[in-house]
Every structure is written in structure tokens, then in C-alpha cells.
């Protein structure tokens, strides 16, 4: 069983930076893949970033490719997501996941484990 707890929401202006971090329980951190995915209101949960379980790779999508940044940590058991240049269209509330293995994952069915999400809301 893991646990996550999210971190580093709050309200920003547009082109202003945030970084989210995802602590987990356990000792076994560093062999679990990462992710975040976010969630605007009135829309689905859509995948943001992932980090593989050796932080050797790392995908990302399309729309925050450039602007956000994901890394881990495994000495603290923590995952970060940096975001930079935020735009109003990013605002969401953001999860982290967790999925045991060495890959990254982008589908949420992957992720056994979830957080319960921190709010994130950019200003125009």
C-alpha cells in the first residue's frame, strides 16, 4: 500500500511559476513509476507528466511540453512537478500517482495509487 500527499498548490498570475511535490510512504519508493494528471472543472482527469521508477525517462503532454518539469526524488520519497510560465488554461486540480514498475505510465488504469489532489489557480 502506498500513500501520496500532494503539496505547492495555490493561486498564481499568468507566466508565474509553481512546483508541486508528492510525498510518498514506504520504502520501496524508487521501484514505482510517477505521474501527474490534473483535473479542470467540468472536464475529465487528463495525464500531465510521468517519471519513470530510475527517473531515467520521462514523458510529458503536448500542452505543457517546455513549461513543466517532471523529477523525483527518492531519498525523500517525493516526486516534484515544476511549473513554469503557467497559463490560465492550467488551472486544475493536480494528482499524483504512483504505479510499481520501471516504467512511466500514462494512462490513468495504470495508477493503483492516487493522492488527494491539490488545487492550482492561474489568473489572467
Known amino acids: 500500500q502506498v500513500t501520496l500527499v ?3 498548490g495555490g493561486v498564481v498570475q499568468a507566466g508565474g511559476s509553481l512546483r508541486l511535490s508528492c510525498v510518498a510512504s ?3 519508493f524508487s521501484r ?3 505521474g501527474w494528471f490534473r483535473q479542470a472543472p467540468g472536464k475529465e482527469r487528463d495525464f500531465v507528466a510521468a517519471i ?3 527517473g531515467g525517462s520521462t514523458g510529458y503532454t503536448d ?3 517546455g513549461r513543466f518539469t517532471i523529477s523525483r526524488e527518492d531519498g525523500k520519497n517525493t516526486v516534484y512537478l515544476q511549473m513554469n510560465s503557467l497559463k490560465p488554461e492550467d488551472t486544475a486540480v493536480y494528482y499524483c500517482a504512483a ?3 520501471s516504467s512511466w505510465f500514462k494512462r490513468q488504469n495504470e ?3 492516487w493522492g488527494q489532489g491539490t ?3 492561474v489568473s489572467s
Open 32 to 34: 514505482y513509476g510517477m
Open 6 to 8: 500532494e503539496s505547492g
Open 99 to 101: 504505479a510499481y514498475g
Open 26 to 28: 514506504g520504502r520501496t
Open 63 to 65: 500542452s505543457v511540453n
Open 52 to 54: 519513470s521508477g530510475s
Open 111 to 113: 495508477y493503483p495509487y
Open 119 to 121: 488545487q492550482v489557480t
